[in-house]
């Protein structure tokens, strides 16, 4: 969600948000009623995504707190509001977790700014994103109306599709008061193997590994400049016996080194949250962060910008001026993907799109979608194409 904002005296207040969902549905009805625009403001760790967004900030974080949490049915509801790190440590508390790792780009995210942002942390390529473990939520429509889509279970599939449809949203469809996530035991074991490689060989390793029985979770590739050493890390997760027996068939395969789980686990962390020295060492201010998202059989692509893969090829982060956005985005629609500039240049972004823009017919279903649920525009979300 974007970030706080401070108001100047030609701004409108800010205005904090209610616990009281009877409250948050005044306020909207009286934005609607007066075509008065609202901006949702959640912790504000993801606003850098996109450029500012207008209209009256929402604070939604007084909105929080856990309504239940049912460890043998691998359910919770929370508010919208609820810090990211309050809910995953009430889970750990149970060995659970939310297995898709929504990043924390800050301290203060809240659960619903990890679901309406949509993004996920380096095993999404093996356990899923957001969407996927959305089982049911609660929001306040445009009009002011409260609606309820799906449940608390995986086999109520009432409006499930809706719940799903809310992540990576960007408070475009509403105001989310309560989300009922899916959560899963946390893996037993865990173990991650490094090996010097090039990203040629090691796309072809993460292609031909994918499909063998392997427990894989998570991979990321990236040269290290300083070391002068291009490496491939690995993770796996699963039954002990199966990490450990994947352990030793790997490193007799391929010459590499198994991690010390301390330090490999700091190091996953920090590549989720992108505090690893790749992501917070821009070459120069002129360059901007590019994600650019392929299949994963994609071939090597870009290769005069520094990279980091992660997601087992289909996620490709790479530093590039904005000037370099044509290459970028026709290399990226030549592999069958798209590319957007996720962390503006310190320079600033030039005007440059954040987002390749989506086809016609991805267009009209999102046009539909706002007119269902916004049709006043009071939300005003991201411009993110």
Same mark, same amino acid.
């Given at each position: 969600?974007?970030?706080?904002?401070?108001?100047?005296?030609?701004?409108?207040?800010?205005?904090?948000?209610?616990?009281?969902?009877?409250? =948050?549905?005044?306020?909207?009805?009286?934005?609607?009623?007066?075509?008065?625009?609202?901006?949702?403001?959640?912790?504000?760790?993801?606003?850098?995504?996109?450029?500012?967004?207008?209209?009256?900030?929402?604070?939604?974080?007084?909105?929080?707190?856990?309504?239940?949490?049912?460890?043998?049915?691998?359910?919770?509801?929370?508010?919208?509001?609820?810090?990211?790190?309050?809910?995953?440590?009430?889970?750990?508390?149970?060995?659970?977790?939310?297995?898709?790792?929504?990043?924390?780009?800050?301290?203060?995210?809240?659960?619903?700014?990890?679901?309406?942002?949509?993004?996920?942390?380096?095993?999404?390529?093996?356990?899923?994103?957001?969407? %996927?473990?959305? =089982?049911?939520?609660?929001?306040? @429509?445009?009009?002011?109306?409260?609606?309820?889509?799906?449940?608390?279970?995986?086999?109520?599939?009432?409006?499930?599709?809706?719940?799903?449809?809310?992540?990576?949203?960007?408070?475009?469809?509403?105001?989310?008061?309560?989300?009922?996530?899916?959560?899963?035991?946390?893996?037993?074991?865990?173990?991650?193997?490094?090996?010097?490689?090039?990203?040629?060989?090691? =796309?072809?390793?993460?292609?031909?590994?994918?499909?063998?029985?392997?427990?894989? @979770?998570?991979?990321?590739?990236?040269?290290?400049?300083?070391?002068?050493?291009?490496?491939?890390?690995?993770?796996?997760?699963?039954?002990?016996?199966?990490?450990?027996?994947?352990?030793?068939?790997?490193?007799?395969?391929?010459?590499?080194?198994?991690? @010390? %789980?301390?330090?490999?686990?700091?190091?996953?962390?920090?590549?989720?949250?992108?505090?690893?020295?790749?992501?917070?060492?821009?070459?120069?201010?002129?360059?901007?962060?590019?994600?650019?998202?392929?299949?994963?059989?994609?071939?090597?692509?870009?290769?005069?910008?520094?990279?980091?893969?992660?997601?087992?090829?289909?996620?490709?982060?790479?530093?590039?001026?904005?000037?370099?956005?044509?290459?970028?985005?026709?290399?990226?629609?030549?592999?069958?993907?798209?590319?957007?500039?996720?962390?503006?240049?310190?320079?600033?972004?030039?005007?440059?799109?954040?987002?390749?823009?989506?086809?016609?017919?991805?267009?009209?279903?999102?046009?539909?979608?706002?007119?269902?649920?916004?049709?006043?525009?009071?939300?005003?979300?991201?411009?993110?194409?």
């Amino acid at each position: 969600m974007p970030a706080p904002h401070v108001a100047s005296s030609a701004e409108p207040a800010f205005v904090p948000a209610s616990d009281h969902p009877a409250e =948050l549905i005044d306020r909207v009805r009286a934005a609607a009623a007066a075509r008065t625009p609202l901006r949702l403001v959640g912790g504000g760790t993801k606003a850098f995504v996109h450029a500012p967004v207008a209209g009256a900030p929402l604070d939604l974080r007084a909105h929080s707190g856990i309504l239940n949490h049912e460890p043998s049915e691998l359910v919770v509801t929370v508010r919208a509001g609820t810090p990211l790190a309050e809910l995953e440590a009430a889970l750990a508390e149970h060995g659970q977790c939310l297995p898709f790792e929504p990043p924390r780009f800050g301290a203060g995210g809240t659960v619903g700014g990890a679901v309406a942002s949509g993004l996920a942390g380096p095993a999404r390529a093996s356990v899923g994103g957001a969407r %996927d473990y959305v =089982l049911g939520a609660r929001l306040v @429509n445009g009009r002011g109306e409260l609606l309820t889509f799906g449940g608390q279970v995986m086999k109520n599939v009432a409006g499930y599709d809706v719940s799903r449809a809310l992540a990576g949203s960007w408070g475009a469809l509403g105001l989310i008061t309560e989300l009922s996530l899916k959560v899963l035991p946390v893996a037993p074991a865990e173990a991650t193997l490094v090996f010097e490689v090039d990203q040629f060989n090691a =796309l072809e390793r993460l292609h031909r590994w994918g499909g063998q029985p392997l427990p894989i @979770n998570a991979s990321r590739w990236l040269r290290d400049t300083g070391a002068g050493k291009e490496r491939l890390f690995l993770r796996l997760r699963g039954a002990a016996a199966a990490v450990e027996a994947a352990c030793e068939r790997l490193l007799a395969e391929a010459s590499g080194a198994r991690l @010390n %789980d301390a330090q490999a686990a700091t190091d996953w962390t920090a590549c989720r949250d992108q505090r690893l020295p790749f992501f917070t060492d821009a070459p120069s201010p002129d360059h901007g962060l590019w994600r650019v998202s392929v299949p994963q059989t994609a071939a090597p692509l870009l290769a005069e910008w520094p990279q980091l893969i992660e997601w087992q090829g289909a996620q490709r982060w790479l530093w590039a001026p904005v000037a370099a956005v044509e290459a970028i985005r026709t290399a990226a629609r030549g592999a069958g993907g798209h590319a957007q500039l996720f962390r503006a240049p310190a320079s600033g972004d030039g005007g440059v799109a954040r987002a390749d823009a989506p086809s016609p017919a991805l267009r009209a279903v999102m046009r539909r979608l706002r007119e269902a649920f916004d049709p006043h525009g009071v939300f005003q979300a991201p411009a993110l194409f």
